[in-house]
């Protein structure tokens, strides 16, 4: 996602559009910093702050069944998920990775309402100030990301809908 320009809908589109953002509450400090991110991303891109909805779940395996009621109540043009699944020196981490990642996509398959991921699996995670600091700083750029990701998705998918309604 190398893109340097936000997207932006056109005037008076934007606020037709409903974004959900859930995050996951571990590393909270951290996780939050993609939310603030994507928030002030959207904005920028035109879209109001009062069309967001934000969700909080425990954790990243948490994130995908909340994705799923979300999309199935047709309020939402798009899914943004946040979290960070570290791996703590267990097998578990690459289980919890796989089924969130793979939970995210079958929401959007299954539903057909876009899901983006800000939810990141580092393999080497440690809470020293290098790391903290390191990922903190990557949790905005990854907000940022996202959020242009889920603008142009959306954008996407309804000329889509209008090119197949014509």
Known sequence: MNQTVSPSFPAGSAHRVRIAVICSSWHQDIVYRARDA???EFERGGLPPGRVDLFDVP???????????????RRYDAIVACGLV???G????????AAVIDGLMRVQI???VPVLSAVLTPRDFH??????????QHFVKKGTEVARACLATVALHRELDATAQA
């Not at 954790?59 to 109540?73: D, Q, T, V």
């Open 127 to 136: 809470e020293h100030e290098d790391h903290l600091q390191f990922f903190s």
């Open 110 to 112: 299954d539903t057909e």
């Open 86 to 88: 570290v791996n703590g």
């Open 38 to 40: 994507a928030l002030a």
């Open 59 to 73: 954790g990243a395996f948490e994130i995908p069944l909340c994705a799923k009621k979300l999309a199935r109540s």
């Open 90 to 97: 267990i097998y578990r981490h690459e289980f919890v990775s």
